[in-house]
């Protein structure tokens, strides 16, 4: 018999009842025993560590003794899957940064890889380890096929490791429709089977699928310096702020048209869980549009890693109306019936006045979209270059739900270059009024110099929240707050964990202000 003894009145779960069979598998015992001084559970394997009957007593001594000689036949993969059943409390933010650093460290040692290429390796190993895992708990196979046991038991018949984990994935491919058909891994076999041991330990199926995400969202950090960080990954304190800001709520539409790795996007499914319930994060309402292919691949195995929410995320240019996803055209024709509740996103800011949209470009995409019914971009009428902010606000404010009624438009939450507000360059006093003719302003939070010099800017960036008006709406006061610390070190190469007091107090000041101004009610 295998023991397990809880404090005084610590209530007895699944989770304990789950671990329990685990250990059984261990010490390869029959019995399992789950106390906490008022409850009794004594529980049987019936199938390895996956099914256990009840029983209503503990054993006699002479019952046990009749069947010594009759000993459980626990598999390899139940061994396996019982020390990760385990380890379930161990997976912290440590373990988590240690597994990120790992991976990448060997992928790069061993291959070379650029960054993306390493992210988008790991990724689908990850993925293939997480269905292998889902699968054996849901039955649907006897065995692990992903772990050092089985690769060990592989390699000593001579079983061509490549063709084997090529047929896994493209079984795995299949299913879930993010990869291109007849895509491969392309790690060579030692590669895999370091990976599969840095990770077999750990039972990434059976944890929240927030902890997955942050193993991912590590992985990327790890993989991601300089500028191609700054480029494709917004810090997560950043995010967290903006969309408690904006406050979605579960009866909602979600948009990000410049998605990245998907940060915004998955952040409000956990706001969503997290205020709401779990059940309320639905992600079919949910939509995510990014221009860059390997970006665009790195936000879909993201958004899969959560709540399958990868269905709505698509590749193309938001700005283009030839590529534009029909739900952003929809959104953009007729606003008052298919304009999103809530846009929240980290547009490109455009490094040091680089990167301008060509002035043909918008024009033709101007064109585009008139044909198309929308009055996009007006920015660009008779200008000459643009920056990406100017016009990417423009689409963002036009996107958004038109409302019948006072105070019922829908809300955006963008992280800008605050001299949008105030520069007399070309384009950005014609978005101001853009803006003023659209949107109601609600809150302006500057953040410190520096914060997204891993863009190539340098620029004083802030946070815009808005909401669509009502053409009988007049501007009122403006919450306006400025951080000086933002969760991590702003300027640095990477995102080194800092105080995030600031942004606590922002949050704290701003549900007082909103709940004054009827911006949100109470129970929100």
């Known amino acids: 018999m295998v023991v397990d003894l809880k404090r005084h009145g610590i209530p007895l779960t699944y989770r304990h009842e789950e671990k329990l069979a685990g250990y059984c598998a261990l010490f390869n015992s029959k019995y399992g025993i789950l ?13 390895g560590v996956l099914d256990w009957d009840f029983l209503d007593r503990i054993p006699t001594k002479a019952e046990l003794q009749a069947e010594l000689k009759v000993r459980p036949a626990y598999t390899p993969s139940d061994k396996t899957f019982a020390i990760r059943l385990a380890s379930l409390e161990e997976l912290d ?62 390699k000593g018949r001579n079983v061509n490791l490549q063709a084997y984990f090529n047929s896994l994935f493209q079984s795995l491919s299949s299913n879930i429709g993010i990869f291109p ?17 840095v990770l077999d330990v750990h039972a990434l199926w059976l944890k ?9 969202e590590r ?32 009866d909602q539409t979600i948009l990000d048209p410049a998605c990245g790795t998907g940060g915004f996007l998955i952040y409000s499914l956990y706001h969503l869980e997290n205020r709401y319930g779990e059940e309320k994060g639905d992600p079919l309402r949910i939509y995510g549009i990014e221009i860059d292919e390997d970006t665009h691949k790195l936000a879909k195995i993201n958004s899969w890693l959560h709540n399958d929410s990868h269905n709505n995320i698509i590749r193309a240019d938001s700005l283009d109306p030839n590529q534009a996803p029909p739900f952003l055209q929809k959104a953009l024709r007729n606003p008052e019936k298919d304009g999103f509740d809530s846009i929240l996103t980290n547009p490109p800011f455009g490094a040091m006045g680089k990167n301008k949209i060509p002035f043909e470009d918008v024009n033709k995409f101007t064109e585009g979209w008139n044909k198309l019914g929308s009055d996009l971009f007006e920015c660009g009428i008779n200008r000459k270059d643009l920056i990406p902010q100017a016009v990417f606000l423009e689409l963002c404010i036009k996107a958004l739900k038109k409302p019948e009624d006072r105070g019922e438009g829908g809300r955006l939450g963008t992280i800008i270059d605050f001299g949008i507000f105030s520069n007399i360059r070309n384009e950005e006093p014609v978005i101001r009024r853009i803006l003023r003719r659209n949107a109601i302003i609600e809150a302006v939070i500057g953040l410190p110099k520096g914060s997204f010099k891993m863009y190539g800017s340098n620029v004083i960036p802030c946070i815009l929240v808005l ?27 990477r995102f080194r964990p800092d105080s995030d007091e600031d942004i606590r107090s922002v949050m704290e000041y701003w549900d007082k202000w909103a709940l004054r101004r009827g911006i949100r009610d109470a129970s929100s």
């Not at 058909?181 to 041991?197: A, F, H, M, S, Y």
């Open 35 to 47: 106390a906490n001084d008022i409850e009794l559970v004594v529980l049987t394997p019936t199938k």
């Open 181 to 197: 058909p007849n895509e491969e891994l392309e790690l060579d076999d030692g590669v895999i089977e370091e990976r599969v041991g």
């Open 467 to 493: 909401r669509r008006k009502h053409e009988s709406e007049e501007q009122g006061p403006v919450f306006r707050a400025e951080i000086q610390k933002i969760g991590y070190v702003s300027g640095a190469n």
């Open 93 to 154: 933010e440590k373990t988590i940064e240690k597994i990120a650093t790992d991976c990448n460290n060997l992928i790069r040692r061993r291959r070379g890889m650029w960054s993306k290429k390493r992210q988008y390796e790991f990724s689908k190993l990850l993925l293939l380890r997480i269905q292998d895992e889902r699968d054996f708990i849901d039955r649907k196979k006897d065995e692990l096929e992903l772990t050092s046991e089985k690769i060990k038991s592989l």
């Open 219 to 250: 992985f990327l950090m790890q993989t991601m310096t300089g500028r191609e960080l700054g480029e494709y990954f917004t810090p997560r304190s950043l995010v967290n702020l903006t969309i408690h800001l904006v406050g979605p709520s579960p």
């Open 208 to 216: 929240k699928m927030e902890m997955l995400g942050q193993i991912y």
